[in-house]
């Protein structure tokens, strides 16, 4: 079947116009995160939601980073005012069930540019 | 000091011999870890994962959990030019719906 898809591939911006990126999950899948990639770095875990609902924001960077989920299915981060050091690759996960047990499986990505 | 440590290498093992990741966490209430592997280019894609103390096999793959030392570690046995990649360390922390990752050990498996 069809694995998680993001969109778009690829986002070359301007410093301070808004973004969005999209996240389609498995189909069925409940839990669905987003990380952040910076070149050479590990992954930096930024929000989770269970169905519509995300437990703990605090993982967002700042208050121009939010996220959201509707139907249980898309997810979109925005993220407003970009600066330079918002570039990074911004990856998507989505799991069967919970945070604790269930395999994540990942997305392409996002490659975010900031100029 | 970061919450989860691992040498960024490169580490670099012969083909059939035995290649050894570790990964050190600072949340002694941390209950869940994993290692992930990415290769140059491409998304993240779970290996393992463990949640007791012990060792816990899966093919050519085990891994290895001590609380007491805040250790965890993944080892490949006979090592493949395929098993090139950056290894990454999870650990899901206490109270909590964070996972953090480490920097990740870059592995090079020489032919």
């Known amino acids: 079947g069809a694995g998680v898809s993001q969109s778009p591939s690829n986002k070359v911006t301007e410093k301070g116009k808004d973004v969005e990126l999209r996240c389609d999950p498995i189909s069925g899948h409940t839990a669905l995160y987003w990380y952040r990639q910076s070149l050479g770095q590990g992954l930096e875990f930024l929000i989770y939601?269970?169905?519509?609902?995300?437990?703990?924001k605090s993982g967002l960077p700042s208050d121009r980073f939010s996220a959201e989920r509707t139907g249980g299915s898309v997810s979109t981060l925005t993220i407003q005012r970009t600066q330079q050091e918002d570039s990074a690759v911004y990856l998507c996960a989505s799991s069967l069930g919970d945070l604790y047990q269930e395999t994540q499986y990942f997305g392409p990505g996002t490659r975010l540019l900031v100029l | 000091q970061k919450e989860v440590e691992q040498n960024s290498g490169p580490l670099s093992v012969p083909e059939g011999a035995i290649a050894s990741l570790n990964c050190t966490y600072s949340?002694?209430?941390?209950?869940?870890f994993f290692w992930y592997r990415q290769y140059s280019g491409k998304s993240p894609e779970l290996i393992m994962s463990i949640y007791s103390n012990g060792d816990k096999e899966d093919g050519r793959f085990t891994a290895q959990l001590n609380k007491a030392s805040q250790y965890v570690s993944l080892l490949i046995r006979d090592s493949q030019p395929s098993d090139s990649a950056t290894y990454l360390c999870a650990v899901l922390t206490s109270g909590t719906y964070k996972y953090i990752f480490g920097t990740g050990t870059r592995l090079k498996v020489l032919a």
């Open positions: 949340d002694r209430g941390s209950q869940s």
């Open positions: 939601f269970q169905g519509n609902s995300a437990p703990d």
